[in-house]
């Protein structure tokens, strides 16, 4: 998702991620009860792989992409469900959205990254997100890692882990949100910033995301490999936005799965991001949050947002910038405001971690408000 590869914390994450996978009993461990103060109405499709991207229409027609499977489906309501696009052989299809009847979603894999469409049944290319992020590169001047890192340390790094480096080309577009005029905006969680592509394919940046300092615990250091010299140091992560909605003010908002443990082992550093699409102004809107994974806007302003490894979906008041707990989930992935309510994917790491008996049991739930 980020090119969190850089560093040795990228296991850390891995690790997080296959433990979670394994079973309910890790989520249900990670929920406290004043999470579950809302539960699924039910349940409209299960036994899906990586289910990390959903887009819900105004007529109530579901559109899942199953990530890491390279599928995208579409469901009307009271139907079986239909495959619309297929990219096996290690694609990843996702970032899926709708709105007046147009589909945009992405395909991923090595050094190509495409905002493709689907009008009227008819697929074709929007933009090539990568070809736009190797000839600009907007974090370019970003310095992410430690900043001030002496030598003498730099040097115990394992790995060949550089003590600090510029953004690098990489993209890997994450989610996407439809606004007026045609516009489709892009989070591109490798690229750490907000895209945003008009009618005619014409990509250009909104924003870059900050990064996220955070001060090495003895605790990361070890399970990290990192020398004890680098225990107190700041750690400037990558920011990696997750998802873009727009709100019914026209602001963007974006969700975000920072670099580095997304566990909570160094705290709970996830954050939602309001964003100006004509000025590009960033502006925090709260924090707090672990692996934010998706987000939605209702109509007066309520944001909700899918945290993947604490089990459960919280809510940003208007006006507010505390989260506070919605509904308990497991593993939720994304999260939809739409016309016939709340909807959301969850279980989306089942049948990714390799052990016996865990088999791909992604669903797609409606909440109740």
């Known amino acids: 998702m980020s090119r969190i590869t850089l560093t040795t914390a990228a296991a850390t994450l891995a690790l997080a991620g296959s433990c979670l996978a394994t ?33 819900v229409a105004d007529n109530g027609t579901r559109y899942v992409a199953q990530n890491f499977a390279g599928l995208l489906q579409k469901q009307i309501p009271g139907k079986p469900a ?59 001047g970003v310095e992410y890692g430690f900043r001030n890192l002496g030598a003498e340390c730099a040097a115990q790094l394992p790995g060949g882990m550089p003590a600090s480096y510029q953004g690098i080309v990489e993209s890997h577009p994450y989610a996407t949100a439809q606004g007026a005029n045609g516009v489709t905006y892009v989070a591109d969680a490798a690229g750490n910033d907000i895209l945003s592509v008009g009618p005619n394919g014409k990509v250009r940046t909104v924003a870059v995301l900050p990064s996220v300092p955070l001060k090495v615990s003895a605790q990361f250091a070890e399970s990290a490999e990192l020398p004890a010299c680098t225990v107190g140091q700041t750690y400037h992560f990558e ?13 963007l908002y974006v969700s975000t799965l920072p670099g580095g443990p997304e566990d909570g082992s160094m705290g709970a550093n996830a954050t939602v991001y309001r964003i100006n699409p004509r000025t590009g102004a960033v502006g925090r809107l709260a924090g707090g949050l672990v692996s934010a994974t998706g987000l939605a806007v209702g109509p007066r302003g309520h944001v909700l947002v899918a945290e993947l490894f604490a089990n459960r979906i919280s809510v940003i008041a208007p006006g507010s910038h505390t989260a506070r707990p919605w509904a308990g989930a497991s ?16 279980d989306v790491m089942t049948g990714m971690s390799g052990q016996p008996g865990d088999v791909p049991n992604g669903k797609v739930v409606k909440f109740r408000r």
Not at 331 to 346: L, Q, S, Y
């Open 23 to 55: 079973g309910p009993a890790g989520a249900a461990d990670a929920t406290s009860p004043g999470d579950a103060n809302r539960t699924a109405v039910r349940t409209l499709a299960s036994g899906l792989m990586s289910p990390l991207s959903l887009a």
């Open 82 to 140: 239909k495959t619309i696009y297929a990219k096996p052989n290690g694609w990843e299809v996702g970032a899926v959205s709708v709105r007046d009847g147009k589909v945009r979603f992405a395909i991923t894999k090595g050094t190509t990254a495409l905002l493709l469409g689907i009008d009227r049944g008819r697929r074709h290319v929007v933009a090539d997100l990568a070809r736009y992020e190797a000839t600009r590169n907007p974090d370019r």
């Open 239 to 251: 920011p990696v936005p997750t998802d873009v909605e727009v709100g019914p003010n026209g602001m």
């Open 331 to 346: 593993m939720p992935g994304d999260i939809e405001w739409a016309r016939g309510g709340v909807f959301g994917t969850t």
